[in-house]
């Protein structure tokens, strides 16, 4: 099956952005606008002729192009939303989505990861302690269900038909199927695939381990790597039109157990392999990708290297010229040419706080490009990260740091919740922010060679 060809398509528009930077801080969930308007200011002139008016032979200022993004602070549950800024370098806070407060919950859900419609009107939100998958209207950023799709419910994506959601639920080692009515704003459980209990799956040598991530290839077909260790990596490959398993493969053969993407226009499938050193137990990490070629169901790419430890995440440009890797624990990675599957430089820091301590380095985790191609942004785990082996998932800055794509280097970090508020009685009781999700809506239209996101 082809993927739909309006899936994340967008019509020719500008594509120029000013240099981010960090306009919000904590406590700036205002909206715009809110404080610009001050009676002192109406004197009763005539406004025909103004200062502000440029002359006729200056050109009038552009409003830059704009998209939303939606950073996930699973440490304290919250959604934090920003649009590039009016003036050059500026980058605002435009709001905040409480997520116990709109589920009427107390505390502990844990957003974890998220995904859009191919029109971006709805994202969906899995939430690893909440045991549910959230769908929020992106326009008012209303939330318009929740689904109790079950416990570690890790990554939840819309399949290119977008008749269904896909959860990958970490706790019951299970693959949910949602029926998904977007319009009418109605979403079921309507199936699973069991994985000790599937006999393919069973059959393939694969008896631990839980799927973890996944995305659709061009054949109709998800790949999923299963985890969350990588002692538990393998891959598990599910046909959507009878929700079965085609293909399975032990971590013997595929010891994937993280970042799934597919290649925009050939078939053929990107993961991830991912350990964490052990000091104490004189054990190197692990930093490898793997490609997969899904028309003839064989492994092209049989474990390069990153250049690095925990490899995880992993973001294409938007010109479809560049495959993003980052290596969680040395704050590092390398961009791979789609074209002939090569590492063709590295990436020295995704994050500013780099060492030899990996206690005191930053740990990036998720990356999403900014729709004109300029940024890739990535998300920084915090102090006390939630998920993940803590001593790769152990950052300093909790965020996302901006990188210039031609220059590689980090342009900024944006803090929503700055660390600097935080004692270390919070740290120690794992209240504290904890970056792990990241999605970019586009809001004006975008020219882009492929899709700003999968499946393609």
Known sequence: MQSDATRRTFLAGSATAGVIAVA????GDDEPGDDDADPADDTGTDDTETDDEPDDDEPAETEPTQYEIWALDQGLDNIHLYEPGDGDGEFDHTGTIDVNEVTGEDDDLVPHMIDYTSDY????????????TLVFRTEDHELVADIG?????????????????HVDVIGEAKIVRVDADFDD????????????????????????GSPICHQYAEDGRSLHTIGPSYYDGALVIVDHDDFSVDQAYSGEELPTNCGTMPHPDEEKFYLTAGLPSDPDEDIEGVGDYYVYDTAEDEILVDGESTEGIDAHGFWFTPDGEELWVLNRETNDGVVLDPDDDTVIEEIDT???????????RDAPDIMWSSPDGEYMFVTLRGP?????????????????????????????????????????????AEEVPDFHGIGVRPIDDFETDIPTSPPF
């Open 24 to 27: 919000g801080c904590a406590g």
């Open 121 to 132: 009107e709805y994202a969906v939100v899995a939430c690893t302690a909440g045991a549910r």
């Open 149 to 165: 799709t079950g416990a570690g419910s890790h990554f939840a994506g819309i399949s290119p038909d977008e008749e269904y959601i």
């Open 185 to 208: 704003e109605t979403f079921d459980i309507v199936d699973d695939i069991d994985m000790r209990e599937n006999d393919a799956i069973v059959d393939a040598g694969i008896d631990t």
């Open 350 to 360: 995704y994050g500013p706080d780099q060492s030899d301590d990996s206690d005191e």
């Open 384 to 428: 006390a990260p939630q998920s993940g082996d803590p001593h790769a998932a152990t950052g300093v800055t909790p965020g996302f740091s901006v990188l210039d794509t031609d220059s590689r280097e980090i342009e900024t970090v944006v803090e929503p919740d700055p660390i600097e508020n935080y004692d270390q009685d919070d740290i120690d």
